[in-house]
């Protein structure tokens, strides 16, 4: 990060622009919407800027500026549209002790203008560190469609309530009352103007008041294969609500960074200093933190009720009174499947498709290989790396055709996928030359689809695998 973002109190201090064209038109737009006073110096002022000066929005001086100028200045803008006199004015500024900022020149900046979508109070700032000011742009106006058109008058409202809603007690019973105004009781009531909105609050903190504790919870969410957007929407949420989460190992940073920022993270699935959590160890960890009042989060890679252990997890809270419920994600085969642009089932080749492990707690897994072995079978393979030569050759004794296409897809939706494409006699010495160490599914009956057909995001990861 070469630029860190902050919000400066402006209110009644100086900002000074220098420049009377275009550029000084757009800053002062921006900078009217503060409460700092603003001092222009332009010696040909566009008249726009004459017109606010004599309705006091602030003070024109009609000439180039000077030393001094800028004195006790938090911020200076250099807007004259002439390199020349740009660096001129900035070099005074500077020299009086104010931030300087040249528009359109990143380098000599001190400080950069983000985009910026204004709910006053709720101002959000979004910067690219002037890398893709398009890309800002085009965040901005996404999140303008976002967010309530009333949002401001929401939060000036709840501000000013904050001291009241103080006698709730500390923690989740006042985050559920702000997240209930903000999101629910709130949006509804303004509709009707701001002193219903007010009655509204008064009535809220009534009936939170009353409430007794809500008690801890826990939720079985699915994180799917990888790229956070694939996350679904109450996957989303219940990462916002929770006060803890205990997650796997394959469940990536930038899922996890999606979570409170109070949150106590717990990774149930360390590896490198001593084995990983014993599987009772995580029941225990889970029971505890709901027993103790907490929204629980269990975090799992792809879909929790995929080769996910779920049901030891839910008898443990069963067992201890403890509710929960399950929030379904993408499993890894329908994450791998879409990489190479085929499907699960299809007419008249499979009407079914099996989901089997390569390897159980014993070892590796037995199976119904007969049925596999049939032409036209489709199986996904989960844990299945170590276990590709002995399932290739159950597969072969029990008849299977050696052409058989096999894919192996590693870090499925991930920035570092990768796609193997070979066939069952091949398939141990090509998993092994190709060396692969993330988590990896093997789909049994499938090849990648013709790269000429599928789309150009997915072609050059697939030419480089075959
Ligand atoms: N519940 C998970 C599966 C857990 S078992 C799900 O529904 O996907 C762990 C196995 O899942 C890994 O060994 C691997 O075979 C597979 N897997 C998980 N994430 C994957 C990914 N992004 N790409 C490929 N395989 C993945």
Not at 2 to 13: D, E, M, N, S, Y
Not at 349 to 356: E, H, L, M, P, W
Request: with cysteine; glycine share 8%; net charge negative.
């Amino acid at each position: 990060m070469q630029h860190f973002p902050i919000f400066l109190a402006v209110a009644g201090r100086r900002i000074v622009v220098s420049g009377g064209g275009e550029a000084a038109l757009a800053k002062l737009r921006l900078l009217m919407k503060t409460e700092a006073h603003l001092s222009v110096f332009a010696p040909a002022p566009d008249p726009q800027i004459v017109t606010w000066a004599e309705a006091g929005r602030l003070t024109l001086h009609a000439r180039a500026l000077e030393p001094g100028d800028a004195l006790c200045a938090v911020l200076f803008y250099a807007a004259d549209e002439d390199a020349v006199e740009d660096a001129r004015s900035t070099a005074l500024a500077r020299a009086d002790g104010a931030l300087t900022n040249i528009v359109d020149n990143l380098e000599d900046s001190q400080f950069i203008t983000p985009a910026i979508v204004d709910r006053d109070p709720v101002t959000i700032a979004i910067g690219t560190e002037g890398a893709a000011p398009v890309l800002a742009r085009a965040i901005k106006t996404d999140l303008e469609a976002r967010l309530p058109a009333r949002l401001g008058p929401l939060a000036r409202l709840g501000k000013a309530f904050r001291r009241v809603a103080e006698t709730l007690p500390h923690g989740r019973p006042r985050r559920d009352f702000w997240a209930d105004w903000y999101f629910r009781a709130g949006p509804r009531a303004i509709e009707d103007g701001e002193d219903a909105a007010q009655a509204a609050l008064d009535d809220l903190l009534a009936d939170h008041l009353a409430r007794k504790d809500r008690p801890g919870h826990v939720a079985f969410v699915g994180a799917g294969p990888g790229d956070p957007e694939l996350l679904t929407l109450k996957a989303r949420r219940a990462l916002d609500e929770a006060d803890v989460v205990i997650h796997d190992r394959l469940v990536g940073p930038g899922i996890l960074d999606l979570a409170r920022r109070e949150a106590l993270m717990i990774d149930a699935g360390k590896e490198g200093f001593g084995p990983s959590m014993t599987q009772d160890r995580i029941n225990a960890l889970i029971v505890e933190h709901a027993k103790s009042g907490a929204q629980v989060v269990r975090l799992k890679g792809g879909d929790p009720t995929v080769f996910g252990r779920l049901d030891e997890e839910t008898d443990a809270c069963d067992a201890a009174g403890v509710t929960w419920h399950i929030v379904p994600g993408i499993t890894a085969a329908s994450a791998s499947v879409a990489a190479i642009g085929q499907s699960l089932t299809s007419r008249g080749r499979n009407a079914s498709v099996r989901f089997v492990t390569g390897h159980d707690m014993k070892g590796f897994a037995d199976h119904d290989w007969k049925a596999l072995a049939r032409p036209g079978e489709v199986a996904a393979i989960y844990m299945g790396k170590r276990a590709a030569r002995f399932i290739q050759g159950r597969l072969l004794m029990h008849g299977a055709d050696r052409a058989t296409p096999v894919t192996v897809i590693e870090n499925a939706t991930r920035p570092d996928q990768r796609i193997l494409s070979t066939t069952l006699a091949d398939l141990s010495r090509d998993l092994s030359e190709a060396d692969l160490t993330g988590p990896a599914l093997t789909l049994i009956g499938l090849a990648p689809r013709a790269a000429i057909t599928l789309g150009t995001t997915i072609e050059p990861r697939l030419q480089e695998a075959l």
